[in-house]
Nanobody
Framework: QVQLVESGGGLVQAGGSLRLSCAAS????????MAWYRQAPGKQRELVAR???????NYADTVKGRFTISRDDAKNTVYLQMNSLNPGDTAVYYC???????????WGKGTLVTVSS
């Protein structure tokens, strides 16, 4: 059974930082592309950052230079370091992965990040 469990969300003032974690189980973590998405109230879910099994990364334009995605294959965990947060970053952040063999997509339940002005 695949499980993705996010943690690290909370309330932070504009300009502050948070680090999100996503612990994965039930997958061969080292082979999977891992990603963070977010969904703000009234908006569609959007890709924030993605990291391949080889460590290549890509980011949404809105977070480039502020957010950093990383992974620790020994801990089956992916991280999202978020700096210089602004109220526009307020959203529920979801961890995501796709099985490279079956194509099945998995989601965590999300963690809420609220940035106050």
């Amino acid at each position: 059974q695949v499980q993705l469990v996010e943690s690290g969300g909370g309330l932070v003032q504009a300009g502050g930082s948070l680090r999100l974690s996503c612990a994965a189980s039930g997958i061969i973590f080292s082979r999977n592309i891992m990603a963070w998405y977010r969904q703000a109230p009234g908006k569609q879910r959007e890709l924030v950052a993605r990291i391949t099994s080889g460590g290549n990364t890509n980011y949404a334009d809105t977070v480039k230079g502020r957010f950093t995605i990383s992974r620790d294959d020994a801990k089956n965990t992916v991280y999202l370091q978020m700096n210089s947060l602004n109220p526009g970053d307020t959203a529920v952040y979801y961890c995501n992965t796709r099985n490279p063999y079956s194509g099945l997509v998995y989601w965590g339940k999300g963690t809420l990040v609220t940035v106050s002005s």
